[in-house]
């Protein structure tokens, strides 16, 4: 017993979660003389200030609001899903996946959590935080693309072991990498929602970076559905004369004149006009107003008299 007075079993207490199941996880005593050693691939209690932030972490923003609340069940239920970390040195360890966790536990207020304790070389680390990050988080089809990017040029990984270590098929990893060819407004445009993948990868058909632009543009301004860009991507593909396609009728009626048009009632109006036409050259002129005194003034400049 004198072998081991400065060891301690870890005792019950709030953020126990895996730990407390598994026997053999010690810590330091105030008063002794030097960090004790935990063995590595088992779950033990790590004390929050041994815990260095993981340098590979692929997300760098957390919603506060979502952490608050992680944090309050953390004070309830305790730590269900343990973090994992690997051991630098004795009495230091570095985390590799789990910095939601890690940080609303900190936000509880504990000072020891559970953690599952693994040998990882950088490379690992690097792989480890980019795979959890892809099953765990609810990542948009660019951010999910850009981490199977990282995966492959920094963890040096051919496609087909990336579907793999993610668990899907190689079509899949291609359809995602290929939405990295999209021009930038297009990648945005699908990162914030506007537009599904579905859209994404039919527009990705189209070669002319003008073109696909344009379609963007319908998609958002007239809500189209997947179904009806397809069937733009085919007309523009029939329509294609050598490497210039030529737009059909339904693309025409977007032209740079219904544009300029748009423009001039904007500024006449002080608002944001919108102009639609199809190929027939039917269409409509929305003007969008914010309040009543807004629609007021837009009547005055139509001279509308009630």
Not at 139 to 151: D, F, H, K, M, V
């Amino acid at each position: 017993m004198s072998d081991n007075k400065n060891l301690i079993k870890k005792k019950g207490g709030r953020g126990r979660g895996l730990g407390a199941l598994i026997e053999g996880s010690y810590e330091k005593r105030p008063d002794s003389p030097a960090p004790v050693a935990i063995p590595v691939n088992i779950v033990g209690e790590i004390s929050l200030d041994q815990i260095e932030t993981n340098p590979y972490q692929p997300r760098t923003h957390f919603d506060k609001e979502a952490l608050e609340e992680l944090a309050d069940s953390i004070r309830v239920q305790g730590i269900i899903q343990p973090i994992t970390v690997r051991q630098l040195e004795v009495g230091t360890y570095q985390l590799i996946s789990g910095e939601r966790r890690l940080q609303a536990s900190k936000l509880a207020g504990l000072e020891v959590v559970p953690a599952y304790i693994r040998k990882a070389n950088d490379q690992q680390m690097l792989e480890m935080a980019l795979i959890e990050n892809i099953q765990r988080e609810n990542l948009n089809a660019i951010e999910i693309a850009l981490s199977y990017q990282r995966l492959l040029s920094e963890c040096s990984l051919k496609q087909e072991e990336l579907g793999e270590r993610v668990g899907k098929k190689r079509t899949t990893v291609t359809n995602y990498l290929r939405l990295l060819k999209l021009p930038p407004d297009i990648q945005i445009g699908l990162r914030d929602n506007l537009i599904s993948m579905g859209h994404a990868r039919a527009l990705i058909n189209i070669e002319n970076i003008d073109l696909q632009l344009e379609v963007f543009r319908r998609i958002i301004d007239q809500e189209l559905s997947v179904r009806k860009v397809e069937e733009i991507v085919r007309n523009l593909s029939n329509h294609e004369k050598g490497n210039k396609p030529t737009p059909p009728p339904a693309l025409k009626a977007q032209s740079s004149d219904v544009k300029m048009v748009e423009s001039r009632l904007s500024s006449y109006f002080g608002t944001k006009i919108q102009v639609k036409s199809n190929k027939s050259g039917k269409g409509e002129i929305k003007i969008p107003f914010l309040s009543v005194d807004e629609l007021n003034r837009i009547l005055e400049i139509l001279n509308y008299s009630g």
